[in-house]
């Protein structure tokens, strides 16, 4: 069964840290490019966060850049989110999907999503 399953959400103090996994199983990342997206309360679409593409490249949105980093680790098949400083505007659902593809992820239309988690940035 081709599935992502994303963890490691949380309620966090503006300031501090969280790791985000999302699990990979059935298909090997080796071939995909991952990407995370992020639902802010109210808002009614996703918003494209970061990208690790097949070949390791990433690429970050101007409003996390310096503060996410995105890490791979093949042996578990799980691509990890670390955020620092993390500020209120961050709360939101992330969600982790995966494609072969890259110019779909600007499409938003990836082949397989997850079912998020949610972080909440709140003192």
């Known amino acids: 069964q081709v599935q992502l399953v994303e963890s490691g959400g949380g309620l966090v103090q503006p300031g501090g840290s969280l790791r985000l996994s999302c699990l990979a199983s059935g298909f090997p990342l080796t071939d995909y490019v991952i990407a995370w997206f992020r639902q802010a309360p109210g808002k009614d679409s996703k918003e494209l966060s970061c990208i690790t593409s097949s070949d390791e490249s990433t690429w970050y949105k101007d409003s996390v850049k310096g503060r996410f980093t995105l890490s791979r680790d093949y042996a578990k098949n799980t691509v990890y989110l670390q955020m620092n400083n993390l500020k209120p505007d961050d709360t939101a659902v992330y969600y982790c999907?995966?494609?072969?593809?890259?110019?779909?992820?600007?499409?938003?239309?990836?082949?397989?999503w997850g079912r998020g988690t949610l972080v909440t940035v709140s003192s």
């Open positions: 999907a995966a494609d072969r593809d890259l110019g779909r992820v600007w499409a938003k239309d990836l082949q397989v």
